[in-house]
Each structure stands twice: as structure tokens, then as C-alpha cells.
């Protein structure tokens, strides 16, 4: 009999892949201009010019052998060196090329660091509203996902609930900052709360808790004063899982890195331990292309203006039309409260004026629905009176 677990996986689509899914026929029906799709978190800006310009060159003038050849397992050298050296002067850190492994984007990341961390029984926190996929990676590593909900209103994190979700079976916490899908940014004072409380924990419980960072969209934050705590600078026993899908808008490259911080004592069996998990998930020898690509564009990122200008267009309009958002600093995402208790109900009322919104029972948080503003301005302002039709739709 074959595995009947990932069999499973495999036929039950994601809730987000079956609108989207739904979306391409409704607009066979209806047109395309008449289906409002905000379900899928693909970047609408297109790579910066860069990129363009430097694949050109990239395969101009590279030996195409070596070009298109195997790298280390772990990626190419220089790669991880301009990585390590990137990271070292942006955040005040002293990574080597040896903490660093090059990936096939944020997924690869947390499936091998999932992998490299967890034994049998272990327990991974993570903070609702969370990214689906998570409970499908720490299962896979063996574990097991305890949801905490953040506050309410703020999607901050609530410390009265993680203080008792914390076991001595607990070996990692994942955060998401800017998160998938509230938008929210974590706060300095947070952060240093978060790596305060589990420093406190591991010491009273004599376990290891590991921090994992993921952070596909860490460049995507739209005001300057807005930052993004570098995990490695508050908490020893810290692992970042990077990706370039959306700071480059090149999700479908699949490329990204796990950053190890060197200040925890075993941090080279850490570091082994995730080039033997990428081994025995065969995550080895990230696309070479694409590593030198990133190496050559390590400091840019796509223009993100239009996700702020459909960020202000969206919260602006919601809120005069009675819905209840927190106003996201980052990401592409808004989640916004539904206007019954029943979001899945609420996604398929939206779903009839052709307004394609993810419920958010599946991030794990129930009444709210996630909407994807990665999408043209033009059909967020051509949504508007859907939006509006459906407010009215609660109020008669
Ligand atoms: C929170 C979060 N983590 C990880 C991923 C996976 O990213 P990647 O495409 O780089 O594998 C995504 C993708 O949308 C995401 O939203």
C-alpha cells in the first residue's frame, strides 16, 4: 500500500488554490474583467530591471557547463559568502558562507530546518493567523503545530497565551513578520519580549527552544520608520528562512536561503543537521543560475509602491464601507474582520458578487478573510462596489 498520508496531501487542494481555481472559470463565464481574484499571494510587480539585465549577462559570459553545472550541496561558495556578507552588514552580524544554505525559497527553508530540529513528539508554536502550509512541514519533521492566537485587533503577539502553550516538548517557535496573512509587523518590543520569555523558558525547563524566522516578505514593509527586528540580534538559538519569491518577485525560481546564527554554542551541528536534512529531502544544489542571480542583486528589491498604494486604496475604501481591518505595514495581505461569524459563509456570499476572498478559518483564526492585494490597482478600484454591495448585503 502506498503512503496513505501524503496521498491525502496530495488530493485535498488548498483552500486558496481552489478559488483560484474557481476564479479561471468563473472568468471564462463572466469575463475577466468581471471576477475580482484576490486570492493568491503571486507578486503583480515584475522583477527589478536588474535582475533582467544581469541574467543576460549571467549567461553571456559564464562557461555554460559551470553555469547550468552542479554547485555544492549546500550552494555555491562565493553565493554564501555574498550572503553572509550581506547579512553581516546589514544587521550587525559575524555569519561565515558556512552558516548560510542556499534553498528553493521560504518552503525548502522551513521543510529542512523543520527537519534538521524536530525529533518525534516535538512541539512547534506558531502564532495565529499563521501560513497554512506550516502544520503540513512540522508534521512531515515529525511534530506537531500548537496554534497560539495573537491578540485580537492588533494580531500582536499575546504572551498570557504563549506562556501557557510553552511545554518542555516545545523545540521551535516559527514567527512571520511581516506575517501571511495579517500584514502585521512585529514590534522591537515584542520581539525582545518573545526572545526574553523563551530564554526564561529553556533555562527553567533545561530545553533547547529554537527561534525560526520566516521571511519571505521582509523587504516588502511600506513606511521607512517600520522595522523588522533581525531575530539574530535579540536570540541566540536563531535560525532565518529567506526567501527572494517576493522581495524580487521571482516566485517561480525557487530560490532562497537558511541563515544559521553562529553565537549558539552547537550551531555547526545545526548547521550539519540541515545540510542533512536537504540531503534527505533532496533540497540539494539550490539552481545555480539563480544563486549567482541573487549574489549579483543581493541589495534590491522590486517596487513595491503599488502594493502601498493598493494598501491605503483598500483600507481606505473598507473601513467607509463599515469593515473592521488592521491596517497591515507589510506584506500584500489584509485581513479583514468577516461581517458574519461564519467566514467561510461570508467567502462564499463574496464569491457571488465575483469577489474571490480566502476564508480565514484555514490561517487558522475564525471570522476573518484574507485579502491578497497583490493585484492590479485597476481591479481593486473596479472591486470597490462589490465591496460596497456586500456590506449593504449584511445591513438589510
Ligand atoms: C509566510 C510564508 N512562508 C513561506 C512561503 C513560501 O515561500 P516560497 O515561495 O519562497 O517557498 C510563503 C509563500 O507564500 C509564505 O506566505
Redesign the pocket.
Known sequence: MINQKNMQLGKVRSVIRELFEYGKKRKEEVGEENVYDFSL?NPSVPAPKEVEEELKNLITETNPVILHGYTSAQGDFNVRKTVSNYINKRFNTALTPDCIYMT???????TITLNALLNDGDEVITFAP??P??KVFVEHAGGTLIPVQSEQNTFQIDFEKLNKALTPKTKAIII?SP???SGVVYEKESVKKLCKTLAEYSQKSGTEIYLIS????RELVFDKQTEVPYIMNYYKNSVV?Y????SLSL?GE???YIAVNNEQENWQDIYAAICGAGRALGYVCAPNLFQQLVARVIDKTADISVYKQNRDLLVSALTEYGYEVVKPDG?F?LFVKALEPNADAFSERAKKLNLLLVSGNSFGVEGYVRISYCVSTDMIKRSLPAFLQLAQSYKN
Open positions: 499571494g528553493c525559497g521560504a518552503a525548502a527553508s522551513l499563521y501560513f502550509e506550516y512571520n506575517n501571511n496573512p520566516d521571511e519571505p516578505y528562512c526567501s527572494y519569491s517576493k516566485p525557487r530560490i532562497g506584506a495581505y
